[in-house]
């Protein structure tokens, strides 16, 4: 199924993107009160979704952990963020499929269904994609995944923001134990990331960038 974006533009708050980007801060206490609808929650992931990937195969996956048994779940397993576990409305759990290519046939099939493809060139790419995925190590595909995962957790962050919402990125947890913990497959899924999203109770507070003249080259 398509996303269909002109419908869910007319859901969103805040449509300049001038302020979603400039003004996004990390938010580390969230409105205990504020919650998530399950449908608002698919509606920000279907957005998110929009983010590019390599060969469009969409290696990210969701865990959102929003009841008081997830998050008790997760608490043991985060280091220093307990603040937004304990009031957010949610703590969306971010991880990379290790055989995104066995989604390539459903994905192909559908963008030729909808005629965003020729057969042609289906048949073309697949042909290519597959063995050239299942040949690569572990370790690459670890960093393919985490790379198109990473631009999925920005996107989301955005398109939160877009929605009146409140995030906070997070790498501090136990890598080695969280695809387990919540019944995925830890050999398959990789944890890249987990982002609070809520209602900010306090502000988060702005930060400084480098320049980018300090941090440029030309050649």
């Known amino acids: 199924m398509s996303v269909?974006?002109?419908?869910?533009?007319?859901?969103?708050?805040?449509?300049?993107?001038?302020?979603?980007?400039?003004?996004?801060?990390?938010v580390r206490m969230y409105d205990k009160n504020v919650k998530i609808t399950h449908q608002e929650m698919l509606d920000i992931l279907r957005e998110t979704v929009t983010a590019p990937s390599a060969v469009n195969l969409q290696p990210w996956r969701f865990v959102v952990v929003e009841s008081d048994e997830g998050k008790n779940k997760l608490k043991p397993l985060i280091?220093?963020?307990?603040?937004?576990?304990?009031?957010?409305?949610?703590?969306?759990?971010?991880?990379?499929?290790?055989?995104?290519?066995?989604?390539?046939?459903?994905?192909?099939?559908?963008?030729v269904a909808e005629g965003k493809m020729p057969q042609e060139v289906h048949d073309q790419q697949l042909s290519s994609i597959i063995p050239y995925y299942d040949a690569l190590t572990k370790e690459e595909m670890t960093n393919v995944v985490k790379i198109d995962t990473s631009i999925a957790a920005m996107q989301f962050m955005n398109v939160?923001?877009?929605?009146g919402y409140d995030t906070n990125p997070m790498t501090g947890f136990e890598a080695d134990q969280l695809?387990?913990?919540?019944?995925?497959?830890?050999?398959?899924?990789?944890?890249?990331?987990?982002?609070?999203?809520g209602k900010a109770?306090?502000?988060?507070?702005?930060?400084?960038?480098?320049?980018?003249?300090?941090?440029?080259?030309?050649?």
Do not use: C, W
Not at 15 to 20: K, L, R, T
Not at 160 to 163: D, M, S
Not at 201 to 219: H, M, Q, W
């Open 4 to 26: 269909n974006l002109n419908k869910q533009e007319q859901s969103l708050v805040n449509n300049n993107f001038a302020d979603i980007m400039l003004n996004r801060r990390s």
């Open 179 to 197: 695809a387990e913990a919540f019944d995925l497959d830890p050999e398959r899924f990789v944890p890249v990331m987990m982002i609070s999203i």
């Open 79 to 111: 280091r220093f963020n307990q603040q937004q576990n304990e009031t957010s409305a949610a703590m969306v759990l971010f991880f990379g499929d290790l055989r995104p290519q066995e989604y390539a046939n459903k994905i192909y099939d559908q963008a």
């Open 160 to 163: 939160a923001r877009a929605h």
């Open 201 to 219: 109770e306090v502000a988060g507070y702005e930060s400084v960038r480098l320049d980018p003249e300090n941090i440029t080259t030309f050649a």
